[in-house]
């Protein structure tokens, strides 16, 4: 099991520390690790140590609610469960009848500040020690890669939002009117361009799994993406595909396996770790929340059970795509072996007569039932890391904006080398309009069940004619600001005005 203890070690260590202390208001914390500046590299090592220990252990970045905010809402899963677990859930998105209060809206919101307040606190203290070191110098890249990835998740889902740029002291400081869409993106781009300039290329083999200029390039080629700037998008992607670190990972399968964390696919990755033994517990819960649910089946009950597989996703596979078996579990089938499996046979779902709620289940977090014997956490696989920005990514927004430029004739090369992983024959060049819908397929079964479908079908325009029969209408391309926060902030934040 390829797992880094240096680097997860010492951020195991800094969130132990944080934990030490007093519980403190949302916002009004310190970093985690602040105190043991001993650990330091470059002056702000342990602020940024926090940043990663706060997206793996929250989550608005890594459980239920970011579930709900990136996959539920896409025509390719559900929330799954139970029929009784979390129905609360359904409506608001399953079916889009977005909630103003409603837990998973609070929590992402106030996951998404906390991790900018976490960087900015970074940023401030390297600012106040004026330190130009190349170490100290990669750190604030890291710490700008973090604000810039929630800015990222937040105006795509929200729209405009608060801009902040400093540590936030009190309550009151959370009271920032909204800035406009480009501002954010704005902000985005200044960061990202900071971090490309500052971050290596790579950390080493004792860093492996931290942030690095390549996945600060694919972060932004994806916000160029978003506002349909393909010129600037095909050009970051391009400086990744020249790097010889990275490349497509066979067998697609393996991607997702232990063996497959930060491999050559990798850009960034959630970093998580448990002990053999189950003794040390670096975990989250990413993996936990989406396990196969059937607590009346002996050996089945592997984790909550949600983010279900859809029909509409599993009938989206072409014939003899490798992907299907490598994304999707079949109740009543076995685990197959050739894609990922461990020779075991799953029982029946409730519709045939078994214990499963579902009938289909994501592959792509199913875990060895060994590691899961001899951590002892056989429904709680916490070591699996979580797969942010992965290398067919970039080579799929390449070939997407290489088309829109009138270079179709180069994108469907790059569009054909993600087939060929897949086991598929090549497409052939005939139209622009032909290549982009061959692109949108793509996409969808390349990254079934990640998150990125639903952002995908509103960027494309596509949102109301896919997944309008489920209730989507053009005002839920953003979800309305918690109301918690507009009460807060009376006159000063103001709702989405469709909501």
Same mark, same amino acid.
């Given at each position: ?332 089938? &076995?685990?197959?072996?050739?894609? !990922?499996?461990? @020779?075991?046979?799953?029982? $029946? *779902? =409730?519709? %045939?007569?078994?214990? +499963? ?44 904006? &290489?088309?829109?430029?009138?270079? !179709?004739?180069? @994108?469907?090369?790059?569009? $054909? *080398? =993600?087939? %060929?992983?897949?086991? +598929? ?60 926060? =507009? ?13």
């Amino acid at each position: 099991m390829k797992k880094l203890i240096n680097f997860k070690s010492i951020l195991f260590l800094l969130l132990l520390m944080a934990t030490m202390g007093s519980c403190k208001k949302f916002l009004d914390q310190k970093p985690f690790g602040a105190t043991i500046d001993d650990l330091n590299q470059g002056g702000i090592e342990a602020e940024v140590f926090g940043c990663y220990s706060y997206m793996r252990s929250n989550t608005g970045f890594v459980g239920i609610s970011w579930l709900a905010f990136h996959d539920f809402r896409s025509d390719d899963s559900e929330k799954g469960s139970d029929p009784s677990d979390g129905q609360e859930w359904v409506a608001p998105f399953d079916n889009f009848q977005y909630v103003k209060n409603i837990w998973a809206n609070d929590v992402y919101w106030e996951n998404h500040v906390q991790l900018i307040n976490l960087a900015n606190i970074a940023i401030a203290k390297a600012d106040s020690l004026g330190a130009t070191d190349a170490t100290t110098l990669a750190n604030l890249g890291e710490a700008r890669f973090f604000r810039a990835f929630s800015y990222f998740d937040m105006v795509r889902t929200y729209g405009e939002v608060p801009i902040y740029r400093q540590p936030t002291q009190s309550a009151n400081d959370l009271c920032v009117a909204k800035a406009t869409i480009p501002q954010v993106y704005a902000l985005i781009d200044e960061d990202l361009s900071f971090a490309e300039a500052n971050l290596p290329s790579s950390w080493g083999s004792a860093y492996e799994g931290r942030l690095t200029s390549g996945a600060a390039l694919a972060l932004h080629a994806k916000a160029y993406l978003y506002r349909q700037n393909w010129a600037a998008a095909l050009g970051l992607c391009q400086q990744v595909m020249a790097r010889p670190q990275y490349g497509l990972y066979s067998p697609y399968y393996m991607i997702f396996k232990d063996a497959g964390e930060n491999c050559k696919e990798s850009l960034f990755e959630v970093q998580a770790y448990v002990s053999p033994d189950g003794s040390k517990d670096l975990g989250c819960e990413f993996a936990t929340t989406q396990g196969v649910r059937a607590s009346q089946a002996s050996g089945w009950n592997l984790g909550w059970g949600w983010n279900t597989p859809t029909d509409n996703l599993v009938n989206a596979y072409e014939p003899g795509d490798k992907r299907k078996p490598s994304t999707i579990l079949f109740s009543g089938q &076995s685990d197959d072996p050739t894609y !990922g499996g461990y @020779g075991r046979t799953l029982p $029946n *779902d =409730v519709s %045939n007569g078994g214990p +499963l709620p579902r009938k289909y289940w994501n592959k792509k977090i199913y875990a060895d039932p060994a590691y899961r014997a001899s951590t002892g956490m056989s429904d709680n696989p916490r070591w699996i890391n979580k797969r942010v920005i992965r290398f067919s990514d970039v080579v799929l927004m390449a070939a997407e904006a &290489s088309n829109e430029l009138g270079q !179709g004739a180069t @994108g469907i090369n790059w569009l $054909n *080398d =993600v087939r %060929n992983r897949a086991g +598929l024959s090549a497409k052939t060049y005939t139209t622009k309009e032909q290549l982009r819908d061959d692109i949108k397929h793509e996409r969808r079964v390349e990254f079934g069940v990640e998150g990125e479908r639903f952002f995908d079908l509103v960027r494309w325009g596509d949102a109301e004619t896919v997944l309008g029969g489920l209730g989507y209408t053009h005002r839920c391309r953003f979800y309305p600001i918690p109301q918690k926060v =507009v009460d807060a902030c009376p006159g000063v934040i103001q709702q989405n005005p469709e909501w």
